[in-house]
């Protein structure tokens, strides 16, 4: 069964940093595309990163600069580093694949107090 598991979510003040982490049970893993999106309350869920098998990635205009995607292919696990966190950044931040139609994890939530 092909499953998402984000974790590392959490509160941190404005400037701190998290760890967002993907567990993937997901065949051939290094094939796929891995993502993360957001959910801020309210708004539509958006795009933040996403890393190819190759280790292609691309950001959300707003996380340039203060974000990284990585992925591990022999761990299944792709992370998203966010350094600089602003209160905009509050949202729940989902995990993607693009393995046959998508997959979404659950979700984490991220919370930055000002």
């Known amino acids: 069964q092909v499953q998402l598991v984000e974790s590392g979510g959490g509160l941190v003040h404005t400037g701190g940093s998290l760890t967002l982490s993907c567990a993937a049970s997901v065949g051939s893993f290094s094939l796929y595309t891995m993502a993360w999106h957001r959910q801020a309350p309210g708004k539509q869920r958006e795009f933040v990163a996403s890393i190819t098998g190759d280790y292609i990635t691309r950001y959300v205009e707003s996380g340039k600069g203060r974000f990284t995607i990585s992925r591990d292919n022999a761990k299944k696990t792709v992370n998203l580093q966010m350094n600089s966190l602003k209160p905009e950044d509050t949202a729940v931040y989902y995990c993607?694949?693009?393995?046959?139609?998508?997959?979404w994890g659950q979700g984490t939530q991220v919370t930055v107090s000002s």
């Open positions: 993607y694949t693009t393995k046959g139609s998508g997959l």
